[in-house]
């Protein structure tokens, strides 16, 4: 069985190593064998705390130094990685581009980390038509295993996360069996090992609305988007609730509810606006004014003098 913490441990030594301009063979020479190392590496046994000591002090470090720094190393990975996402995800590529050049993909300490980065640098790939949506879902589906991932009952965030993209995808033709999964970890999260994320199931709600409205559903993704706003009130957290609101707009306005039509519209703009991305704000903007041939934000002045002002 792989030991991750072990594992996770001998990558950062190998990345110190690295920074400290130490090859393999000058870094573990006199401690333990090249061979040994490299099983050290893939997590088929434990890293003894012998051989810990021995490698801090090879690269000039305190052992318990080493040990703070890692644990502080993959909370920051996390981070990193987090942020190149959203960036990817709010079609900023500019900063996308920047956070990329800070990960070391090489050095990446943990495995869900290395999941959630390989599936990012395949979305912005995407993105930026440098590999076909085809190509993109042969390469989520080999990265999660589909469909033997879903012989496992419960999944990690991040697994839940890229999966959950495959629904949007036109090439891809067993999106009904995702979205029953998607629907079982909203009426059962403790199936999700999340540390506590409730963002995970605004994100499947998320996606299960988007994909409710492609589908003409519009009762339904009206439920889910209220759900996702109730949950999301309820949690003081802005994640998400732009899409709600926008998502709600397009259901009132394909059921002719011009009155809450108007109102999700407002809404989202006033969430773009607290939350003050300007990424965001550029996005939807584009969007709502496409879709309804308005300037947002004149709409969103005429609708304060009607609805506020003039009562």
């Known amino acids: 069985m792989e030991n991750t913490y072990s594992k996770e441990l001998s990558l950062y030594f190998d990345k ?16 333990v064998s090249i061979r040994q190392f490299r099983r050290y590496l893939k997590g088929e046994c434990d890293i003894p705390q012998d051989i810990i000591n021995q490698l801090s002090r090879r690269l000039g470090f305190k052992p318990e130094y080493v040990i703070w720094d890692f644990e502080s190393e993959r909370l920051n990975e996390t ?22 050049k800070q990960i070391k993909s090489k050095y990446i ?19 930026k038509k440098t590999i076909s949506e085809e190509v993109f879902v042969q390469k989520t ?3 999660i295993d589909f469909p033997n991932i879903l012989k496992n009952r419960m999944l990690s965030t991040a697994e839940i996360m890229i999966l959950s993209t495959l629904i949007s995808m036109r090439h891809f033709h067993e999106k009904e069996v995702i979205v029953e999964r998607l629907k079982l970890y909203i009426s059962q999260p403790n199936l999700i090992v999340s540390g506590h994320n409730e963002n995970v199931i605004l994100l499947c709600l998320q996606r299960l609305s988007q994909y409710e409205g492609i589908n003409e559903n519009y009762h339904e993704v009206i439920r889910l988007c209220n759900q996702g706003i109730e949950l999301s009130t309820k949690l003081k957290l802005f994640y998400l609730l732009e899409y709600f609101y926008y998502f709600n707009s397009l259901a009132y306005h394909k059921l002719g509810d ?3 039509y108007e109102e999700s519209v407002y809404r989202c703009y006033s969430t773009l ?3 003050n991305n300007e990424k965001k704000i550029g996005k939807f903007t584009r969007l709502i004014e496409e879709d309804y041939g308005i300037s947002l934000h004149q709409f969103a002045v005429d609708y304060i003098d009607k609805t506020y002002i003039k009562k």
């Open 141 to 143: 589906i080999k990265l």
């Open 258 to 260: 011009i009155e809450k």
């Open 273 to 275: 606006y607290a939350e």
């Open 109 to 127: 300490i943990d495995d869900v980390n290395r999941l959630y980065y390989t599936h990012t640098v395949n979305m912005l790939d995407m993105y």
């Open 16 to 31: 110190l190593r690295y920074e400290r301009n130490m090859t393999q063979e000058i870094f573990v020479n006199g401690i």
């Open 79 to 100: 981070t990193l990685i987090t942020n190149f996402y959203n960036s990817v995800a709010n079609i900023d590529f500019a900063a996308a581009e920047d956070y990329n």
